[in-house]
């Protein structure tokens, strides 16, 4: 082996130790912005145009994308298991009580997009659902304002999915700040990371069930919410949950990726509990007030974060395949 090949060797063995050693399953080695360079070279263009038609037709797309993304990496990693159908006996990831929140939108942007790239000859079974969903992801926060970033491409799809494999992976809506923290940790995420990344909820909808308690109760309107926003959720959900009705999750700029997410939790109108601890604990509140000031930092800052997301649970080789269909497994 020349010298060259050994600074290489030794260069990715450290890659591999470092990973191993956050603490979350990730393997990034095959993962890189050409990826397909050689076998479908327009798929970035492919998908975008995909992802672009599906948001005029709705813009739900947008935060059904992004937290269909994020429901991925947290489970099995980002291998694109959340897209797989139940079958018979076998229930899949999708249908697990904590992912039924998931908007259909996600999915068929994900499905259409597939299509789509599929349609052309070159590219045929040669990109996987995962980097299609990661691909479609960027492309909705772009659409809807949010920052333009490249993406590493290279991960196979995963060979499994099963609703147990959900048990404990996903936040819960009343997580406070040290709960967050580790959840995030598990993927090897900081807590910074897990901050800015809670921005996603700039965008999508949220149904009633998730934040009922903090609005009706014994102790409500929740002491941290502000009150007239409080009120408007009052009148927008059932005293009787109906689990059919959904609320924008950002009450100011529903449609748009932006650092208002940030900007409402000084206001008191986060709407989750998860979301509003960021800024009614004081540990976190610094970093919530840094980005609501500073919509470049924060923007740079989810580049980052998301990057980050997208390497966890990466499959290589014989832990992954290329899906002909998302939503079945080969």
Wanted: net charge positive; aromatic share 6%; with cysteine.
């Amino acid at each position: 082996m020349g010298a060259g090949n050994l600074r290489f060797a030794a260069a990715l063995l450290v890659l591999v130790v470092t990973a191993a050693s956050s603490g979350a399953t990730v393997c990034v080695a095959q993962l890189r912005r050409d990826y397909y360079a050689g076998v479908c070279p327009n798929v970035e263009s492919i998908v975008r145009d995909a992802v672009a038609k599906k948001v005029r037709q709705t813009f739900i797309t947008v935060g059904a994308t992004v937290h269909l993304f994020f429901h991925d990496c947290f489970v099995e990693g980002c291998d694109a298991s959340v897209m797989v159908a139940s079958k018979g006996n076998s229930t899949a990831e999708k249908d697990h009580p904590n992912n039924l929140s998931l908007a259909g939108d996600g999915f068929d942007t994900v499905i259409k997009a597939k299509a789509a790239v599929d349609a052309v000859r070159q590219c045929r079974n040669k990109v996987s659902c995962a980097d299609i969903l990661t691909m479609a992801t960027r492309d909705a926060i772009a659409l809807a304002g949010g920052p333009s970033y490249a993406v590493e491409l290279g991960r196979l799809d995963g060979l499994s999915s099963t609703a147990s494999s959900v048990n404990g992976k996903l936040p819960a809506p009343f997580f406070n700040l040290d709960q967050l923290t580790k959840i995030f940790a598990t993927n090897g995420l900081s807590q910074a990371d897990m901050i800015v990344l809670s921005a996603a909820h700039t965008g999508g909808l949220a149904h009633c069930g998730t934040f009922s308690g903090r609005i009706r109760g014994p102790t409500a309107p929740d002491p941290t919410m502000n009150r007239s926003y409080a009120a408007r959720l009052q009148a927008e959900c059932p005293a009787n949950v109906d689990p059919r009705v959904a609320v924008s999750m950002d009450a100011v700029t529903p449609v748009a990726f932006d650092n208002q997410f940030f900007k409402n939790l000084q206001s008191g109108m986060g709407l989750l509990a998860s979301d509003q601890v960021l800024y009614s604990d004081p540990r976190s509140r610094p970093t919530v007030d840094a980005w609501a000031r500073r919509a470049a930092a924060f923007n740079r800052a989810f580049v980052a974060a998301i990057t980050k997301l997208g390497r966890v649970g990466v499959k290589t080789r014989a832990q992954g395949n290329i899906r002909r269909n998302c939503a079945l497994l080969n």
